[in-house]
Nanobody
Framework: QVQLVESGGGLVQAGASLRLSCAASVRTFSTYTMGWFRQAPGKEREFVAAISWRDRSTSYADSVKGRFTISRDNAKNTVYLQMNSLKPDDTAVYYC?????????????????WGQGTQVTVSS
């Protein structure tokens, strides 16, 4: 498994931007698809975005398409989530996660390494 540490959350007003970072402590970071998920109070954890290890292709939830961008820096073992035009509905704890090596875009239940989460609160 991979040790993951998120950072960059905070309290912002609607329309603002935030960039989340997730640092991974593994030498083979470049062989892991990385994902961002979020969980709002009283709701199930949901997929936000993922970036593949193979070709850096990306996938987004419909609710964040056009506003959020996932990227990775393999030299720094870090994945980012740039969040623009934030809305109150984006308020949640955001988690970074990784499935086993070489998985492409697996479902959420295949992700087996999770960070501790970082709180994002968007006020109206």
């Amino acid at each position: 498994q991979v040790q993951l540490v998120e950072s960059g959350g905070g309290l912002v007003q609607a329309g603002a931007s935030l960039r989340l970072s997730c640092a991974a402590s593994v030498r083979t970071f470049s062989t892991y698809t990385m994902g961002w998920f979020r969980q709002a109070p009283g709701k199930e954890r949901e997929f936000v975005a993922a970036i593949s290890w193979r070709d850096r292709s990306t996938s987004y939830a419909d609710s964040v398409k056009g506003r959020f961008t996932i990227s990775r820096d393999n030299a720094k073992n870090t994945v980012y989530l740039q969040m623009n035009s934030l809305k109150p509905d984006d308020t949640a704890v955001y988690y970074c996660a990784a499935p086993p090596r070489y998985f492409y875009f697996p479902p959420i239940n295949e992700y087996d390494s999770w960070g501790q989460g970082t709180q994002v609160t968007v006020s109206s």
